[in-house]
């Protein structure tokens, strides 16, 4: 699995004179999700993707970029990140215990 995805959004976010029209979103580390409660992020509450994308995202979103973009835009990097969230192998045995 890529480290990396490209979102290309529907409606441009305006950033100073900037029109921010695809944004490159990479795989959260831990350090990432400080100051998130992971069950939060992980439900994709609002504030605390509103946190996240900036730490995660280029060009850089602002906070207030976040809340201000269109849903189906938010919806896709929800999609995205919880790519990134699943295992990527079956890391527990399903060998039965030794007696």
């Known amino acids: 699995m890529t480290s990396l995805k490209e979102i290309k959004l529907s409606t441009p976010i305006v950033s100073g004179k900037n029109e921010i029209t695809k944004v490159t979103v990479r795989k959260p580390v831990t350090g990432d999700l400080r100051g998130v409660k992971l069950l939060n992020f992980v439900d994709a509450d609002i504030d605390s993707l509103a946190k996240v994308l900036p730490r995660i ?7 207030q970029d976040v809340y201000q973009m ?13 790519d990134f969230l699943k295992p990527t192998s ?3 045995s399903e060998e039965s215990p030794s007696e």
């Open 57 to 63: 995202s280029t060009p850089t979103l602002s906070e």
């Open 70 to 82: 269109d849903l189906s835009d938010l919806t896709q990097f929800v999609v995205e990140i919880s």
């Open 90 to 92: 079956n890391s527990v």
